[in-house]
Nanobody, 122 residues
Framework: VQLVESGGGLVQTGGSLRLSCAAS????????ITWFRQAPGKEREGIIC????????SYINSVKDRFAVSRDNAENTVYLQMSNLQPEDTAVYYC????????????????RGKGTLVTVSS
């Protein structure tokens, strides 16, 4: 069982990135997926979640109009589309799954990825 994030990198302020979270060893069909991030010197925080049936919930006001999450069950992958990136978005981004219902509690996740680094230059 594995979750692998990819797509991170260095981007300028105002730029965009799309992160991927690929699952292996299990099907994402019956799991919600939450994206978390941890900025340097800060605690990990839940950003956004997508439910089994596709509805989404944003946990941070600053990303509501800039970040979007989607899922492709056929590819067993979840995506995080980030636009108009700001320096304060610099962080390691993680995906994690929970059976059925969304949660922003990292300790409640069933499976967790190792993260991908996003750096936004000013």
């Amino acid at each position: 069982v594995q979750l692998v994030e990819s797509g991170g990198g260095l981007v300028q302020t105002g730029g965009s990135l799309r992160l991927s979270c690929a699952a292996s060893g299990f099907n994402l069909d019956s799991y919600s997926i939450t994206w978390f991030r941890q900025a340097p010197g800060k605690e990990r925080e839940g950003i956004i979640c997508i439910q089994v049936h596709g509805s989404t919930a944003s946990y941070i006001n600053s990303v509501k109009d800039r970040f979007a999450v989607s899922r492709d069950n056929a590819e067993n992958t979840v995506y995080l589309q980030m636009s108009n990136l700001q320096p304060e978005d610099t962080a390691v981004y993680y995906c994690a799954t929970r059976r059925f219902m969304c949660s922003r509690d990292y300790s409640a996740m069933n499976y967790r990825g190792k993260g991908t680094l996003v750096t936004v230059s000013s």
